[in-house]
């Protein structure tokens, strides 16, 4: 039977990421980009990857990485959505460094695990499967802000190859979630093939399945930060000479939604689990990890904002972060929609 507990490792790891992020950043930081988008944020990846080595969590040990699986990387991306943290993890240690693993590159990896940044070249919207490679300019593009190397999916007469380039044309573009932002990317010729054909393909359709399915940890974590956040303020939030959390109609709400978050992070936890096993049930756990999930974090952050009441409409609080964490987590690397049109033909059901 498949164990979805967390390990004493995972726990430790845990530990040393929420210790870390609390010295690194803070909401104040992050709401600051919205303003200042060039306000430095380095020093939070210089945390993660330097001072934790998480940059090379996915790298096999023989390149200088640490050799963890999705497992362990899911529970540094929940801390991660629990903190809205500045911090190109999931696209550069779990995307683009799947895609070079499985191409079989041992020449950059070891870069990454020294703490360089890769990003996959396709839009923030591509999944699995539903991708198309291409040429010229690529929008819009997550983690591409600050790169040091770029891979890209090109189509040469019909034949797919991944690219590696160590430069690029990058223009920042207005991004609803600034701690996430966005790019567009453009590359000229030249570059260094990794792989081509069928291989490319699949180092591809890899690092959007890997992010697929860790991207649900991240929104578990953001989704457990509003529900914790939202019941200690009810608890202490007084109206009519009473806590609003004394309210029938409150306690209804906080508890379907703490059921909801408990159902999403035993669907994350799978989805990790299965990747991080090469279990058959992959794709059918990633989609429904993907449906579910993204959903919980934007009525979690949604419920937050309103069961705050004023505070919660207020630039000062935090809870609009989470909202648009959660509201672009809910766009990237499929819909909720696309992801129940695949699930439905993995399970032999009609898609509507």
Excluded at 236 to 247: D, K, L, M, N, Y
Excluded at 262 to 277: G, K, N
Excluded at 331 to 342: E, F, I, N, Y
Aim: negative net charge; aromatic residues 4%; hydrophobic residues 50%.
């Amino acid at each position: 039977m498949t164990d979805l507990l967390y390990s004493d490792v995972e726990e430790s790891l845990r530990d040393s990421v929420r210790g870390a992020l609390q010295r690194a950043v803070d909401h104040g930081t992050v709401a600051a980009l919205y303003d200042a988008p060039d306000t430095d944020v380095s020093s939070v990846w210089s945390v993660l990857a330097g001072d934790l080595g998480l940059a090379g969590l996915l790298v096999p040990e023989e390149l200088g990485g640490v050799g963890a699986g999705p497992r362990e990387a899911a529970v540094v991306l929940e801390e991660l959505g629990r903190n809205v943290a500045p911090a190109p993890f999931l696209e550069s240690a779990v995307i683009a460094t799947t895609a070079l693993v499985s191409a079989g590159d041992r020449e950059m990896l070891p870069r990454l695990a020294e703490g360089a940044r890769a990003v996959l070249v396709l839009p923030w919207s591509a999944r699995a499967g539903a991708w198309s490679a291409g040429s010229g300019t690529v929008a819009p593009v997550a983690g591409a802000i600050g790169a040091d190397l770029f891979v890209v999916p090109t189509l040469v007469d019909g034949t797919v190859r991944l690219v590696l380039h160590e430069s690029a044309s990058v223009e920042p573009l207005t991004s609803l979630d600034m701690s996430r932002r966005l790019a567009a990317v453009t590359v000229d010729g030249g570059g260094r093939v990794l792989a081509e054909g069928d291989a490319a393909v699949a180092a591809v359709d890899a690092a959007l399945a890997a992010g697929a399915a860790l991207l649900a940890s991240e929104q578990v974590g953001l989704a457990q930060w509003c529900l914790t956040t939202t019941v200690e303020y009810a608890k202490t939030r007084v109206q009519f000479a009473r806590p609003i959390g004394s309210f029938q109609a409150i306690k209804h709400r906080l508890a379907d939604l703490y059921l909801e978050v408990a159902q999403a992070q035993a669907a994350a936890r799978y989805a990790a689990d299965t990747l991080a096993t090469a279990d058959a049930d992959a794709p059918v756990a990633q989609a429904v990890a993907q449906s579910y999930c993204s959903d919980v974090a934007v009525h979690a952050a949604e419920e937050a904002l309103q069961l705050h009441g004023g505070i919660g409409m207020t630039w000062e609080h935090p809870v609009h972060l989470y909202l648009k964490r959660a509201k672009s987590d809910q766009l990237a690397l499929g819909t909720p929609a696309t992801h129940r049109t695949d699930l439905a033909g993995l399970v032999d059901l009609p898609a509507h």
